[in-house]
């Protein structure tokens, strides 16, 4: 069974910047799409970034400039770069994968920007 376990989130002030990491340990399947999204409370989840196997990227217009996704196949894991935060950034962030045609979503880390 595949759990994917996310790290880096925190409280970070207007204009700082932090990195999340997203891992898929033990996985021996083939990920094709990752992607991070973002849930502010009582909405819905909401598309942050996307990155194919190949190194294609996607963002958000809200994020574009300032997020940069990136991944390491070989360690099976996702990266989301946030830099210049806003408090508007401020959400529970959730990372995506699909692994042998199945969705695997991660656990959640809380992003907190505020002074």
């Known amino acids: 069974q595949v759990h994917l376990v996310e790290s880096g989130g925190g409280l970070v002030r207007p204009g700082g910047s932090l990195r999340l990491s997203c891992a898929a340990p033990?996985?021996?399947?083939?990920?094709?799409?990752m992607a991070w999204y973002r849930q502010p409370p009582d909405q819905q989840r909401e598309f942050v970034a996307l990155?194919?196997?190949?190194?294609?990227?996607n963002y958000a217009d809200s994020v574009k400039g300032r997020f940069i996704i990136s991944r390491d196949n070989a360690k099976s894991t996702m990266y989301l770069q946030m830099n210049s935060l806003k408090p508007e950034d401020t959400d529970v962030y959730y990372c995506w994968m699909k692994i042998d045609g199945i969705d695997f979503w991660g656990q959640g880390t809380q992003v907190t920007v505020s002074s």
């Open positions: 033990g996985s021996l399947g083939s990920i094709d799409n």
């Open positions: 990155i194919t196997r190949g190194g294609d990227t």
